[in-house]
């Protein structure tokens, strides 16, 4: 051990005396500026950006039905290995399989019209073609003797109206304007006349029998006029003059019966106000109200005879234009009968087979639905359902998650805004120190993370390799190559100056150039050096870009080594060898060794 020691010491003793002659060589006493030199290279730029964060699992689901029901089947284990399609579980599907059967049955059906279509014409589908033409042609026979009749019954029904309208419009006018009740005076105002003017009971019977003059004279004036239409018109008339007669005499008929009720009301508001004072009533008031209730009875039975008759009309002119719809549709079909399917038919066929057939894709999707399976290769992490037990959408059946590893790192703001999904990305491991893995961006998030005012966002970094070391939760560095640039001109970092905004480098002179590429750590120059305007691109840690100004294999100094350092750098050599001879050298000789 003393032995060792002592060579240790020794050696050590070598390397400082080894070391501070090469130093005193560089920095000699004669005081001259020394300058550290490069060569101007090309080479490809790297620019990276560095974060860390955690391994993970590169998918993780709750596997969950898409139809309802009773679960059958669970064949889902834990920590089972499943690919992808794996059945998981299986749902009551008897509805399903019953849907795809009635769509597999309407899909044959329309292949069948199809094919029936595309069949040569029979004389039975012609004969009924024809057969069907002819009962519409008699059926419109018969709507229009139908309508012919109509338009008679509606003659005799005006005809019926007006055996008693004349009638009734007499005894209404002599029921208003005679003198039956007192010879001194017409019936309107003996019946004002009985009503007291003591209270508000005569400005009541004002009101109604302005209500009867002018209900009656609305009667009159329709009356005068619809009976003149009557006389001029005959069984012979046209369609329509029968009609606006029928649409007439109905609208007469109604206004003489309001002039009825209007007249009834009155008479009962007089009638009430003598009973009420015990008054002596004539019998003639008696007659009067019997003769308007059959006067009531009258019209009312004529108004239900023509809005009858008018109805039977409108319905058989309606059904006369369908009639000739019928005819023409048809006239048509039998026309094509005779010609057969055409192009649009056989199309139509078609599209009903292809959305037949889009059904029972449809029903067999939605059977599909009733399995639930695995959506990626994967473990089985959790089983969540038994067999019995009742499934929906949001229940979840099992837990799955992939073998596949990736990394999820944060950035700040600054840096994942040069992050895009692609890029090549550089993975190393605290744990596995020897293993380093490339990948590339998988994902960067939308919108970040707020804590304590910093903003963070996570990247999903996907593995090109999986490595069984790599374990979910392990810590992981990664370098996230955004520039890669070839063939690009380099110089050191440290030999780019700027000044006013402008970039340059400094350059020995044509005379020194043999003597800075002879010695790139220290050379001494002749001449002073010059100044070089260049134009700057990317760089990196280590490396600057030059886009102008130098050429490849240019020589620039990338330091300046003042003469000053010489006594600071004998004053450090100093001090290192007396502590190192002085301990003997073994604590230095271990120090060193590592």
Not at 33 to 45: I, K, P
Not at 102 to 110: G, H, I, N, Y
Not at 478 to 485: D, G, N, P, S, W
Not at 512 to 520: E, F, G, R, Y
Request: hydrophobic share 35%; glycine share 6%.
């Amino acid at each position: 051990m003393i032995k060792r020691k002592f060579t240790t010491g020794i050696a050590l003793v070598l390397i400082v005396g080894v070391g501070y002659f090469g130093y005193g060589k560089i920095f000699s006493n004669d005081g001259a500026v020394r300058y550290a030199t490069a060569q101007v290279q090309n080479g490809t730029l790297i620019v990276s950006i560095s974060g860390s964060g955690q391994v993970s699992a590169s998918n993780q689901v709750d596997v969950k039905p898409k139809a309802s029901g009773e679960i059958t089947a669970v064949y889902a284990k834990l920590g089972q290995e499943v690919g992808a399609g794996a059945t998981l579980a299986a749902i009551d599907s008897r509805d399903a399989e019953r849907a795809v059967r009635d769509a597999e049955t309407a899909l044959e059906t329309a292949k069948l019209d199809l094919d029936k279509m595309l069949e040569p014409l029979d004389p039975l589908t012609l004969l009924q073609a024809e057969n069907s033409l002819i009962q519409a042609r008699e059926s419109k026979q018969k709507t229009e003797d139908n309508l012919k009749k109509a338009y008679e019954d509606g003659f005799n029904t005006v005809s019926n109206a007006f055996l008693d309208l004349p009638s009734i419009m007499a005894g209404l006018e002599n029921t208003l304007f005679a003198k039956t009740i007192d010879p001194q005076q017409d019936n309107i105002t003996w019946y004002i006349n009985q009503t007291s003017v003591q209270n508000d009971e005569r400005d009541k019977a004002n009101r109604y029998r302005d209500d009867v003059y002018n209900a009656y004279n609305k009667a009159r004036i329709a009356y005068t006029k619809n009976f003149d239409s009557y006389k001029s018109a005959s069984r012979t008339s046209s369609k329509e003059t029968v009609e606006a007669l029928i649409s007439e005499t109905y609208d007469t008929t109604q206004l003489i019966a309001e002039a009825i009720k209007a007249t009834d009301n009155y008479i009962d508001f007089v009638q009430d106000a003598m009973e009420l004072r015990h008054w002596n009533i004539p019998a003639t008031v008696n007659t009067q109200q019997s003769n308007i209730a059959s006067y009531t009875g009258k019209t009312n039975s004529h108004l239900l005879s023509l809005l009858s008759i008018k109805r039977s009309i409108q319905d058989s002119n309606e059904a006369l234009v369908s009639a000739d719809r019928t005819i023409q549709e048809r006239e048509f079909s039998l026309e094509k009968t005779k010609k057969g399917p055409d192009d649009l038919d056989i199309r139509a066929k078609k599209i009903t087979i292809q959305q037949r057939g889009d059904a029972l894709i449809t029903a067999k999707q939605a059977l599909a639905d009733h399995y639930v399976r695995a959506p990626f290769a994967g473990v089985i992490a959790k089983v969540n359902a038994k067999k019995g037990d009742a499934a929906s959408a949001g229940t979840a059946v099992a837990t799955l998650v992939t073998k596949q590893k990736i990394a999820e790192v944060s950035l700040n703001e600054v840096d994942v805004a040069q992050v895009k999904a692609g890029q090549k990305v550089t993975l190393t491991f605290d744990a596995v120190p020897d293993l380093t893995i490339t990948g590339q961006v998988a994902e960067v998030d939308a919108v970040g993370t707020v804590s304590q005012g910093v903003v963070t966002y996570t990247v999903k970094i996907g593995f090109d390799t999986q490595d069984d070391r790599v374990k979910t939760a392990m810590s992981v560095s990664a370098a996230i190559v955004t520039e890669a640039k070839p063939n690009a001109l380099l110089v050191p970092n440290s030999a780019v100056k700027s000044q006013g905004g402008v970039s340059y480098v400094e350059l020995p002179s044509e005379d020194d150039i043999s003597v800075a590429t002879a010695n790139v750590s220290g050379a001494v120059f002749r001449n002073p050096t010059r100044q070089q305007q260049i134009e700057v691109g990317l760089s990196n840690d280590e490396f600057t870009e030059i886009v102008g100004g130098l050429q490849q294999g240019d020589v620039v100094v990338t330091r300046t080594i003042q003469p000053t350092a010489q006594t600071t750098q004998t004053q450090q050599n100093s001090s290192l060898r007396i502590p190192g001879l002085n301990t003997g050298g073994v604590g230095g000789n271990r120090s060193f060794g590592r």
